[in-house]
């Protein structure tokens, strides 16, 4: 029962609040986290997993010791509220979808190129709208739903450890020289990790919009996305919505191609709002589980 009131605080605090303003734990840790990289970093995958292990593993031990003191609800709370990136995602593309609707093409990149990590000055209106959904599908897992999992599973270490290594997986889990060796261990970890979460992410999709389509496109797109778990929750997602993803995408000067995701329309303004709205459906839909968990848990 505390699990619960503490999620369901970490929540309303989240909604009321959103991500402080000056300073973020997150933003902090990639710091370090670049510092440590540009420090001690070799084309060895063993290299990768000491610095991971070295940066990740005393904060999961920080929060298991608070976790368990008198008061350890509290710092439980504060961890779980920082983690979860809510509010900050709609607000996010909320700027995007403003910013398209006002024929601003400029404010649009802007907007988008604090949600994605392509070259966001050669995307028009179409791939503007179209990264924006895509990282309104993902980052919902990874800074929402994933985030939840790992605490029902495993309290705020599980948090601390899950948040931390999809940090690392987003710095250093690019398949280019640099990162190909050195970034396989939080790659491969995050994966690991985003197993499980990631499926229930697609069927919480699902289950929020057009439910037959998306099983579709998660059964039919999903192995084609390079990411094994991004495709199953950016394919039920996308076809949830009824909208395409994928196609060419700039990144470091390139243009890469994608394979498509799910089938309808093509993305705009509207497309991006109505990702905001299946994001918080599908979160909607796991609270219900998650309180007829508890119905159950306390009754029988």
């Known amino acids: 029962m505390s699990t619960f009131l503490i999620l369901i605080g970490a929540l309303i605090l989240d909604r009321l609040f959103g991500d402080p303003r000056r300073f973020h734990p997150l933003a902090g840790f990639g710091q370090l986290a670049a510092w440590a990289e540009s420090r001690w970093h070799a084309p060895s995958r063993v290299r990768g997993a000491l610095l ?14 608070g976790a368990s003191l008198a008061w350890g609800w509290v710092l439980t709370l504060a961890i779980l509220t920082l983690a979860i990136g809510w509010r900050s995602l709609d607000e996010h593309a909320e700027v995007v979808a403003e910013a398209l609707e006002k024929d601003d093409l400029s404010g649009a990149r802007t907007g988008v190129g604090m949600l994605v990590s392509r070259d966001t000055a050669a995307l028009d209106a179409r791939g503007v709208s179209g990264a924006t959904i895509e990282s309104v599908l993902e980052n919902g897992n990874d ?47 995050d994966d690991a990790m985003n197993l499980i979460p990631a499926r229930l992410t697609a069927l919480g999709y699902a289950l929020a919009g057009r439910g ?5 496109c998660w059964r039919e797109q999903a192995a084609g996305w390079k990411s094994p778990n991004a495709g199953p929750v950016m394919a039920a997602g996308a076809g949830a919505l009824g909208v395409v993803l994928g196609g060419a995408a700039p990144y470091g000067g390139q243009r890469e191609w994608r394979p498509r995701l799910g089938m309808g329309r093509m993305p705009d303004a509207a497309g991006i709002r109505q990702a905001v709205e299946l994001l918080d459906r599908a979160l909607a839909i796991w609270m219900a589980f998650i309180v007829a968990g508890v119905i159950v848990v306390v009754l029988f």
């Open 52 to 65: 991971l292990a070295a940066l990740v593993l005393p904060w999961v031990a920080l929060a298991a010791l």
């Open 143 to 189: 800074a929402l739903f994933a985030t939840i999992f790992w605490f029902l599973v495993a309290g705020a270490p599980g948090v601390v450890a899950y948040r931390l290594v999809n940090t690392l997986d987003a710095m250093w889990g690019y398949r280019n020289d640099r990162f190909r060796s050195f970034g396989w261990a939080a790659a491969r970890l």
């Open 212 to 216: 037959r389509d998306a099983l579709q």
